[in-house]
């Protein structure tokens, strides 16, 4: 019996439509339903209807039923008719079979309940408004029954054999309008119930695939992932979304857990008890693992769903991948560190320029006096010994300057083309670094100069001076080291970049040598790190680092030159150290044989000495008088512009601040506006500024730093008077 009611379902199933299609799918069950009943039990009214009709002999009815009958079972078995004709051939019929047996029978037969059926059927097979035409169709129908009834029109039924049922009752046509009255009311409510429910369910049903197109659009196109799990973990459901993050098809998680996918395991446990406790998670952040192996930052926001009962049964929630953000936060977090640190080097080397720039005025009389002293002494005379150790004291002190420069990016005052493997060897011959190594006796350096294009533009003086804070960081950094353990290895590379090395600068796209320093000592702490190149933050043998800025000077120096530092670190395996300067294609030009001491005498030519240092006046125009010069002092920039309307000078040396009045700049502007092609060099404390540079490109021919020597100044003054 279950074999025959499967058969029988089977046959009822629309061959081309899924339930996915709605009311159009259900109706089409109905209609196969209807055929299917028809056909079957409608065998069993058949066969005895004809029976009696034969018996009777009223062929017309059994014609009648015997050509519905084959109709059912063709409209049954011929699916691929449209829908349409088939659905309303059974109204039809339905409309058929009630007219003639109510003609035949009268409302005693099965004509009201066929002519009932009509609109109700065709209100569930075609929809409310052919259902409200059929109801039309059956109350016309009734009250045409009712004229002939009354007009005794049913006369011609008599030729067929059948006897009009009305003529043997009594008040007939009294009685069909309170048959017909009560019986159009019950149809009217039948079928307006029917196709009310009917109606109303097609529209909530396409409102609901209208919802699922919808959410099936936004669940298919979502970029954040969402999940449906038991609460186990397994997962129930999940948005294709997750194939492009997870590297999973969904297919091959769908059935597996969850919890399978966390790097921590206590990171898991931790959100599965923060979401029993409180059913739901909020913007919580773990770590998954895709197919791959990688991790993931996500944030996680889900919740417990609860059934009727208020039981918990399944996990829904969203999680979105936060990598990228995370990646933009820990860039925003180090380029903040960055600028802060650059602006704290800022800050120290406004302080350190203004410090050197008096320094160096101060120095000016410490080194130059004693050179022009001797200059009158024999060369055997005690006194001459006492003035080169002044004169030897004002020049380290003159460095200590430069480093203060240096820190406060002014020092680069040169951009020569220098060979940085050269560089590094000539520095390892020359007394600094063996007195690093007399330091340090059980360091062995080790040098590989790879770089095959070593050219950069720069300082030989400050790249050196970089080197060796470098070596002497390296060495103190291995002071424990066993004798003949302590190894520091120099090295030079070219390097080229295609995308930006992150390290401890960013380092941008380009073409680099990098010149490295290594040691196998103790590393640097991680907190240290952040302070290692403020200046005289230091953790070295204090009497032998020097003046505590060291690392402040590698700083500066790479900053002038327009590089990046890296330092890799690790704790009791060492530190290397990488400097990053642009390669330049320049090629290197035969070097200048320098000027003898003759070279800078004069020919009594008047030079006029521009500055507002009582001192730097006195000292620059002695220094001019002995090489034979005739010199003018003035202590301003206004003085010397109303002196020179009056008069000429062959050569203008030029202080750039001078403190009050105007600069060394406008002074310069202001002479030329009268006295066009008027020579001058610059001399300052400072290193070269926009100032200098914009008085360089008025027609200054030089640049002098403070404190000068003889030969400097008297080099410089030559070489601007030759100029045409």
């Known amino acids: 019996m279950k074999k025959i009611f499967q058969f029988l379902k089977q046959l009822t199933i629309p061959e081309h439509l899924t339930e996915q299609d709605g009311i159009a799918y259900w109706q089409e069950k109905v209609l196969l339903n209807i055929l299917l009943v028809t056909v079957v039990i409608g065998m069993f009214c058949y066969i005895p209807s004809c029976a009696l009709s034969i018996a009777e002999g009223i062929w017309i009815i059994a014609l009648v039923d015997t050509l519905i009958y084959i109709s059912l079972i063709y409209l049954f078995f011929k699916k691929k008719l449209s829908y349409k004709l088939r659905a309303t051939s059974i109204p039809v019929i339905s409309y058929i079979l009630g007219i003639v047996l109510i003609l035949v029978l009268g409302p005693f037969g099965a004509g009201s309940v066929w002519l009932f059926c009509f609109p109700v059927i065709t209100g569930v097979l075609l929809g409310y408004k052919t259902a409200f035409k059929a109801l039309i169709i059956n109350a016309l129908t009734l009250t045409g029954l009712g004229f002939l009834i009354h007009f005794n029109s049913l006369d011609f039924l008599i030729v067929l054999n059948i006897s009009p049922w009305y003529l043997a009752s009594e008040n007939p046509l009294e009685k069909w309008i309170v048959v017909s009255l009560n019986f159009m009311l019950l149809n009217i ?39 449906e799990t038991s609460l186990d973990g397994t997962i129930l459901e999940v948005s294709p979304s997750v194939e492009k993050i997870s590297q999973y098809l969904r297919e091959e998680l769908k059935g597996h857990s969850i919890l399978d996918l966390y790097e921590d395991i ?9 979401l029993i406790a409180k059913g739901f998670v909020k913007d919580h952040e773990i770590r998954l693992i895709d197919k791959d192996g990688k991790a993931h930052y996500c944030s996680i926001n889900s919740r417990l769903l609860k059934n009727r009962e208020g039981t918990a049964e399944k996990i829904i929630g969203v999680l979105r991948d936060i990598s990228h953000q995370k990646i933009m936060e820990k860039e925003k977090t180090e380029l903040e560190e960055r600028l ?30 004693p050179e022009l002293l001797a200059m009158d002494l024999e060369e055997n005379d005690p006194m001459k010994k006492s003035l080169d150790i002044i004169q030897s004291s004002g020049n380290r002190a003159a460095q200590i300057v430069q480093d203060l420069l240096t820190l406060a990016r002014r020092g680069v005052i040169t951009k020569d083309l220098l060979n940085l493997n050269d560089l590094v060897i000539n520095f390892l ?14 360091i062995i350096v080790e040098k590989h100069m790879d770089a095959l294009t070593p050219y950069v533009k720069g300082s030989a003086v400050h790249l050196q ?13 291995q002071l424990d080291a066993p004798l003949n353990e302590g190894t520091i290895c120099i090295k030079t590379e070219n390097r080229h970049l295609e995308k930006p090395v992150k390290g401890y600068d960013k380092v941008e796209p380009g073409t680099y040598i990098v010149l490295s320093v290594k040691d196998h000592g103790t590393g640097i702490d991680p907190e240290d790190l952040q302070r290692i190149f403020e200046p005289f933050f230091t953790k070295k043998v204090m009497g032998r680092s020097g003046t505590g800025l060291g690392m ?7 900053q002038d030159h327009k590089g990046y530092i890296d330092i890799i670190s690790h704790p009791d395996i060492g530190t290397t150290f990488e400097l990053y300067f642009p390669v330049s294609s320049d090629q290197p030009m035969a070097e200048v044989q320098p000027f003898s001491m003759d070279a800078c005498k004069g020919n009594g030519e008047k030079i006029l000495i521009i500055d507002d240092i009582k001192e730097q006046r006195q000292i620059a125009a002695h220094t001019l008088e002995k090489l034979g010069y005739k010199a003018y002092t003035i202590s301003s920039g206004e003085e010397a512009v109303e002196y020179l309307k009056d008069n000429s000078v062959d050569l203008l040396i030029l202080d750039m601040i001078m403190e009050p009045g105007i600069n060394g700049l406008e002074t310069y502007r202001q002479i030329l506006e009268f006295k066009p092609g008027q020579k001058a060099i610059i001399a300052s404390g400072f290193s070269k500024t926009i100032q200098v540079k914009q008085t360089l490109e008025l027609g200054a021919g030089h640049y002098l730093n403070k404190p000068y020597t003889v030969e400097k100044l008297g080099l410089a003054v030559k070489k601007e008077l030759e100029k045409r």
């Open 465 to 477: 001076k970089t080197l060796m804070n470098l070596i002497s960081n390296a060495a103190e950094a």
């Open 340 to 369: 802060n640190r650059s602006s704290k080097m800022e800050a120290i080397g406004l302080l350190a320029g203004g410090v050197a720039h008096d320094l160096n005025n101060i120095l000016s009389g410490i080194i130059t006096y």
């Open 189 to 227: 409510l039948a079928t307006l119930s029917v196709t009310t429910i009917l109606d109303g369910l097609q529209k909530s049903m396409a409102s609901l695939s209208d919802s699922e197109k919808k959410y099936k659009r936004i669940f298919e196109n979502i970029q954040d992932i969402y999940f």
């Open 552 to 558: 402040a000077v590698v700083w500066g120096a790479v």
């Open 429 to 442: 011959e020359t007394p600094e670094y063996k007195k690093i190594l007399s330091f340090h006796p059980n």
């Open 266 to 274: 206590n990171q898991r446990d931790m959100t599965i008890k923060h």
